[in-house]
């Protein structure tokens, strides 16, 4: 008897693990498909590319607000402000029901940190994307001799 009952939790614990390893096969694949889409984007935008490389990308609401006439000015803009990208590095991958986020860690020759982030929906498509310059907290000489110990 005991050794049936050993047997049944051997094998109930067997299959308890393989359930928690059931996770949803395709996350590698969609990350691949949403990492190629963003870096597809990304290179358009700071490398001078065309909207028609990227636009089959987009949602078709968001193409809709988005020409070729704003994408050049927003090469500019991102140009002008943030200068040429030095890195880029992956740094999160957000996975939700109703869409996915795709965010990089990057250096530009103005900018020392740049958060970038790529949104897609649920069928994988670009539905926005930012470009955010990171600024530490800079101390204030207000806030450090206020700071000053009274006698």
């Known amino acids: 008897m005991k050794k049936f009952i050993l047997l049944l939790a051997a094998l109930f614990t067997l299959a308890m693990s393989t359930t928690a390893f059931a996770a949803p096969a395709d996350n590698g694949a969609v990350l691949n498909k949403e990492e190629a889409a963003a870096t597809k984007l990304v290179n358009a935008l700071?490398?001078?590319?065309?909207?028609?490389?990227v636009q089959n990308l987009f949602h078709p609401e968001f193409k809709k607000n988005i020409n070729d006439n704003n994408f050049k000015e927003l090469q500019k803009d991102i140009t002008t402000k943030l200068g040429t990208m030095k890195t880029s590095r992956l740094a999160l991958w957000e996975r939700r029901d109703n869409g996915d986020g795709i965010?990089?860690?990057?250096?530009?020759?103005?900018?020392?940190?740049?958060?970038?982030?790529?949104?897609?929906?649920?069928?994988?498509?670009?539905?926005?994307?930012?470009?955010?310059?990171?600024?530490?907290?800079e101390k204030k000489a207000d806030d450090k001799a206020s700071k000053k110990p009274t006698k």
């Open 103 to 137: 965010f990089y860690i990057m250096s530009f020759s103005k900018e020392n940190i740049v958060r970038c982030a790529v949104i897609f929906d649920d069928k994988d498509q670009i539905v926005n994307f930012a470009l955010t310059p990171i600024h530490p907290e």
């Open 46 to 53: 700071l490398q001078n590319g065309n909207l028609a490389s």
